[in-house]
């Protein structure tokens, strides 16, 4: 798929139903998004039924559209307790044979020195970054499914997480990215100029 031809769609066929399996697909391929020592903290709440979008009306600022038509909300938080999964991911990467026993004990000897910090604000930075690549790896996979995307960052960040049943404290809110069926061709936008983003030293 040619993703520099994606754009945010807002409007979707509301009578098309995405299935389990695919968005289970969908995720899994979004899922080889890199990530900051490979922890990836990205979760996600896939709201669906007409019940759980229901809920999520009154999270967000605007976007009735993309909830009304789209197939499915997918809300995207950091988790900032992912370290409890560095044992899981590290363990499984030495057993198949994907990373020698040196490596995994360094790393999670690094790992548990990052913990003891206890640097909420790194983790929150460092995750923001690993989860908006997992949300653009997600949109472009998407349309290799044969969907379209919107990001929406417009929604309540103090309701989300009754809407998700999440806590707080552990959770942290990204981005929700709808996703449906293209019923509209969706906005030209413009795009800044090479000299207004990069230079080359
Ligand atoms: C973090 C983020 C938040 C956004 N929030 C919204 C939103 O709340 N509602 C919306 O309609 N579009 C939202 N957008 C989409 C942007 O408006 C859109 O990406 C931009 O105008 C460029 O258009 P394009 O995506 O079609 O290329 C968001 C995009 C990003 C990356």
Known sequence: MNNSS??????????????????????????????????????YVVIKSKEAKNLLKDALYGNKNQLNTSSAMIVIFNDLNKYSLADKIYTLAYEKGL?????????????NKIMQSKNKEKM????????GIAAMNLMNVARDYGYDTCPIGGFNHDKIH??????????????IVSIGKA????????RLSFDDVAKII
Not at 124 to 131: N, P
Not at 183 to 190: D, F, R
Request: charged share 30%; with cysteine; glycine share 2%.
């Open 183 to 190: 019923a509209e061709k969706g906005y030209e936008s413009i």
């Open 6 to 43: 994606r754009k945010s769609i807002r409007i979707y066929d509301e009578n098309h139903h995405i299935s389990d399996e695919e968005i289970e697909s969908i995720i899994l391929a979004a899922n080889k998004a890199p990530s900051s020592m490979n922890m990836q903290p990205w979760r």
């Open 124 to 131: 929150i930075r460092s995750g923001l970054i690993d989860c």
């Open 99 to 111: 990373m020698p026993l040196e490596v995994k004990t360094k790393q999670l000897s690094n790992i």
């Open 162 to 175: 009754d809407v998700c049943n999440l806590d707080k404290e552990r959770y942290y809110p990204v981005m």
